[in-house]
Each structure stands twice: as C-alpha cells, then as structure tokens.
C-alpha cells in the first residue's frame, strides 16, 4: 500500500438520523496509526455520526507541510505539533523560505479545536545492538525522523541535551518518512532509535518481530537539569513522566530507568484549522469531539486513552506562552458550554 493514501470517509459511517452530512472538509495528518493520525480519523466518525460534515482524511503527510495548507486554505483541518506554527510565526527552521514577515501572517491563520499529547521523544535500540544507553550512541547511526519537520527536530535536541552530541559530527542522523519507519527499524539501517513513542507504542511492536528491545528513559539527572528544562520551555514541549509498569509493553520490551519511572520530553498540539472557519462549523466539530472522546477517541487504540484528549489545563496543553496558536472561538464556545474552562489567553 502507497505511504500517502487518502481514506475516503464519508459513505462508511451511519448518520444520526439516517441523514447524510452535506458538507465535505478535507484534513490532513501523520501515519493513521499514531496519535494525530488517530486523531484525525476519529474526528472524521465523530463528525459523520453526529451529521456536522463528511471529512476526506489524506494520511502519512509531513505535518510541516500541511499546516502550512491549512494557513494557505488549501485544507480543512490538520493534526499541528505546536512547535511548527512557532517556527512558522518566525519564518524559521522549516520555514525559513516564507521569510518572518510572511511566516507570521500565515501562522496568524490557525486556530486550535482541541489539543493532545502527540508523543514522548526517547532512545530505543534492539538488545542485540549492543548499545547500553545515552552514552552508548557516540559514532552510532541513529534514525530520528522523517527528512524534515517537528520529529527530526526535536530528536536533534533531545540527543544533544542527553549525549552534548550533535548530528554529523558525534554521531550520524538517518532520516526516512514515516511510511517506511518499521522497514528502516528493522532492517539494520541504524544502530538506535529517536523517535516519538506512544505506550504502547505501535511502532516498536511490529518491529518486535525482529527481536527484543530496549528502551532508554531520560535520567532523572538529565531530566532535572536546566539544559532540560529549557528544552520543555520550547512551544510544544512540556516534562512527562510515567510509571514503567504504566507504559503497556509486555514481553519483548525492556525500559531501562534508575526508578522505574520513564521521562522524557512530551511534544503537544493540537488538530486545526484556519481561524476563517465558520464558527458554527468549528463549534459542532468541536462539540463532536466532546462528544466521543471515551466512545471513540479513546476506543481506537490502546494508547489513545493516556493522550490527554480532552485536557484543557495549560500546563500540558501548552496553549499560551510563546505558542501562538489560539482557540478558534467556536472551539471555544464548544468547550465552555460542555463545562470546561478555558484560559483568556488561550482564546
């Protein structure tokens, strides 16, 4: 099957009422078996069932790119690491050619439904590697992400505020998209592994076929230096920890911690959509949403439900600061009148 492929929902789900929803909205997200991709898809029944409108879902994209479709107008709606519509607002990184005057007007164009914890970055590598941890990856390869976008980046910091390593020069960086992460995983193309996870994580599951596998927390050491809390300070950043016992894993997987608790840096966002929206429309999808977080958010996969959907506490949704995305305000109107509180900055 193609990396990009387009799922078409649409006839598949049944309508309150029997009555087909008229209106068709495109969206666009990462691989449909990770949390944005999960997301999205569950957006796309949450909106059918409730009848707000038909949504085409276009998975396995680089998300850099579909936010900045979704600021263009290009599309509907897109999951958006926050870290993207900061280095955008600042014509940097990814979008270093929009130039920052250009880059902060299209950034000014996006609005969040609702926000989730998309991944925790971490190391992990197959036991027969050899490699023992952080200070095991010196003059390794390692593959931390697709060519480009908030992945790569993110993996590149969370090296270098592990090891002090940088790409190129302490050790070598593989990048392949995301379609092709199991396959690159398993086919000795790196010693170790950068990448977002979830727990369980689907990605290290299928490559389990391969052999056993460790996974390496962030030291508590590390975890409660500066060099870290700087890195959680960054749009789209916040500290995560978990009991070892609490991440799903059974057999096959070891996480290797000094107290049985893993941390690492947790990357959020948010599904978006252009702040021209209509607010009714950003209102019922908002609401649907709402609706159907434990009946089928939480339903689509394991982790989904440890993904804090449905959280509006800025200190892990990391609205306001310096992330420059905001509530659409028929978001808005949707959570308040569902009893939830949402911060003015945040609006």
Same mark, same amino acid.
């Given at each position: 099957?193609?990396?990009?492929?387009?799922?078409?929902?649409?006839?598949?789900?049944?309508?309150?009422?029997?009555?087909?929803?008229?209106?068709?909205?495109?969206?666009?997200?990462?691989?449909?078996?990770?949390?944005?991709?999960?997301?999205?898809?569950?957006?796309?029944?949450?909106?059918?069932?409730?009848?707000?409108?038909?949504?085409?879902?276009?998975?396995?994209?680089?998300?850099?790119?579909?936010?900045?479709?979704?600021?263009?107008?290009?599309?509907?709606?897109?999951?958006? =690491?926050?870290?993207?519509?900061?280095?955008?607002?600042?014509?940097?990184?990814?979008?270093?050619?929009?130039?920052?005057?250009?880059?902060?007007?299209?950034?000014?164009?996006?609005?969040?439904?609702?926000?989730?914890?998309?991944?925790?970055? #971490?190391?992990?590598?197959?036991?027969?590697? #050899?490699?023992?941890?952080?200070?095991?990856?010196?003059?390794?390869?390692?593959?931390?992400?697709?060519?480009?976008?908030?992945?790569?980046?993110?993996?590149?910091?969370?090296?270098?505020?592990?090891?002090?390593?940088?790409? #190129?020069?302490?050790?070598?960086?593989?990048?392949?998209?995301? #379609?092709?992460?199991?396959?690159?995983?398993?086919?000795?193309?790196?010693?170790?592994?950068?990448?977002?996870?979830?727990?369980?994580? =689907?990605?290290?599951?299928?490559?389990?076929?391969?052999?056993?596998?460790?996974?390496?927390?962030?030291?508590?050491?590390?975890?409660?230096?500066?060099?870290?809390?700087?890195?959680?300070?960054?749009?789209?950043?916040?500290?995560?920890?978990? =009991?070892?016992?609490?991440?799903?894993?059974?057999?096959?997987?070891?996480?290797?911690?000094?107290?049985?608790?893993?941390?690492? =840096?947790?990357?959020?966002?948010?599904?978006?959509?252009?702040?021209?929206?209509?607010?009714?429309?950003?209102?019922?999808?908002?609401?649907?949403?709402?609706?159907?977080?434990?009946?089928?958010?939480?339903?689509?996969?394991?982790?989904?439900?440890?993904?804090?959907?449905?959280?509006?506490?800025?200190?892990?949704?990391?609205?306001?600061?310096?992330?420059?995305?905001?509530?659409?305000?028929?978001?808005?109107?949707?959570?308040?009148?569902?009893?939830?509180?949402?911060?003015?900055?945040?609006?």
């Amino acid at each position: 099957m193609s990396r990009r492929f387009l799922l078409g929902v649409v006839a598949s789900f049944a309508l309150v009422g029997g009555a087909q929803a008229q209106t068709i909205l495109t969206a666009e997200t990462a691989s449909p078996n990770s949390t944005p991709g999960i997301s999205i898809i569950a957006l796309s029944e949450a909106a059918a069932q409730n009848s707000v409108a038909d949504i085409q879902v276009t998975a396995g994209q680089t998300l850099t790119n579909s936010v900045q479709n979704v600021a263009e107008g290009k599309t509907d709606i897109a999951a958006a =690491p926050f870290i993207l519509p900061f280095l955008m607002s600042n014509g940097v990184g990814p979008y270093a050619g929009l130039g920052k005057e250009a880059g902060a007007a299209l950034a000014a164009n996006l609005a969040a439904l609702y926000t989730y914890r998309i991944s925790v970055q #971490g190391l992990y590598a197959y036991d027969s590697s #050899g490699i023992s941890g952080w200070d095991g990856i010196e003059g390794k390869t390692i593959y931390n992400g697709p060519p480009r976008g908030a992945a790569l980046t993110n993996a590149r910091l969370l090296i270098k505020t592990n090891t002090g390593l940088e790409e #190129g020069t302490g050790y070598t960086g593989v990048q392949v998209n995301w #379609g092709q992460a199991v396959k690159t995983i398993q086919d000795g193309s790196a010693d170790a592994f950068v990448l977002p996870m979830s727990f369980p994580d =689907p990605r290290v599951s299928a490559a389990l076929a391969s052999g056993n596998m460790t996974i390496f927390s962030t030291s508590k050491e590390v975890y409660e230096s500066e060099a870290f809390q700087n890195v959680a300070r960054l749009p789209g950043t916040v500290r995560f920890s978990m =009991p070892v016992a609490d991440m799903g894993y059974g057999e096959g997987v070891t996480i290797v911690s000094e107290d049985d608790t893993f941390r690492g =840096p947790g990357t959020v966002g948010a599904d978006i959509v252009n702040v021209n929206m209509d607010f009714d429309m950003a209102k019922a999808l908002t609401a649907a949403f709402i609706e159907n977080i434990e009946s089928i958010y939480h339903a689509k996969a394991p982790f989904m439900a440890v993904t804090w959907h449905g959280e509006t506490d800025i200190d892990i949704t990391d609205m306001c600061g310096p992330n420059p995305i905001k509530y659409h305000p028929g978001a808005v109107a949707a959570w308040e009148e569902a009893g939830y509180t949402i911060p003015d900055c945040a609006k």
